[in-house]
Antibody, heavy 119, light 111 residues
Framework: QVQLQESGPGLVKPSQTLSLTCSVS??????????WSWVRQAAGKGLQYLGR???????DYNPSFRGRVTISLDTTKNQFSLSLRSVTAADTAMYFC????????????WGPGTMVAVS | QSALTQPASVSGSPGQSITISCAGN?????????VSWYQQHPGKAPKLMIY???HRPSGVSVRFSGSKSGNVASLTILGLQADDEADYFC???????????FGAGTKVTVL
């Protein structure tokens, strides 16, 4: 059974880069057809898709974040990561890493989430 | 791609049935069957309930069903139970621009 776990700093200063890692167990990140994705949720708000990386390394990003976001795979560690540059208080949120199944077109398995505050 | 529109809240008594709507447009829900639904209890990660409009993942109760008509997708919960009280989000994927978008969420209250 696939499990995902987010890790990274819980506090980031404005204008700096938010960096998170998602450790995957039970599934190799280089075996698909899956997308490894990031979704965030501000307190009391809805879900917001940031982007995803395919098992082959191809990436898709939400245009709202294009230019600020990078998602990448580390197959040696079976992890994938999120980098969000030039953060502001508006980027304060719970960040979830998620396995997206291409054949289902859905986010199947979610990590528990990690809270990141920008201050 | 515009956001999906959901009602802010829906309520029902135990045993009743409720339906949550998710309105998109022709370019997303109207053309593609790439609609999924997620249940989120407070303080928890979302859980996939329905994918590709009407398919249930293994382990999801048969009381949950999905459908679509035109530009509107719907999630129906039969025989409402206390544990169904949660937030529900719809989601649509558009392959032309490879974009995923979520609805704002619907809070389901069991009276």
């Amino acid at each position: 059974q696939v499990q995902l776990q987010e890790s990274g700093p819980g506090l980031v200063k404005p204008s700096q880069t938010l960096s998170l890692t998602c450790s995957v167990s039970g599934n190799s990140v280089d075996r698909g057809p899956y997308y490894w994705s990031w979704v965030r949720q501000a307190a009391g708000k809805g879900l917001q898709y940031l982007g995803r990386v395919y098992t082959g390394g191809r990436t898709d990003y939400n245009p709202s974040f294009r230019g600020r976001v990078t998602i990448s795979l580390d197959t040696t560690k079976n992890q994938f990561s999120l980098s969000l540059r030039s953060v502001t208080a508006a980027d304060t949120a719970m960040y979830f890493c998620v396995k997206y199944i291409d054949s289902w077109d859905a986010f199947e398995t979610w990590g528990p989430g990690t809270m990141v505050a920008v201050s | 791609q515009s956001a999906l529109t959901q009602p802010a809240s829906v309520s029902g008594s135990p045993g009743q049935s409720i339906t949550i709507s998710c309105a998109g447009n022709y370019d997303d829900i109207g053309t593609y069957d790439y609609v999924s639904w997620y249940q989120q209890h407070p303080g928890k990660a979302p859980k996939l309930m329905i994918y590709e409009v009407s398919h249930r993942p293994s382990g999801v109760s048969v009381r949950f069903s999905g459908s679509k008509s035109g530009n509107v997708a719907s999630l129906t919960i039969l025989g409402l139970q206390a544990d169904d009280e949660a937030d529900y989000f719809c989601c649509s994927y558009t392959p032309t621009d490879r974009l995923v978008v979520f609805g704002a969420g619907t809070k389901v209250t069991v009276l």
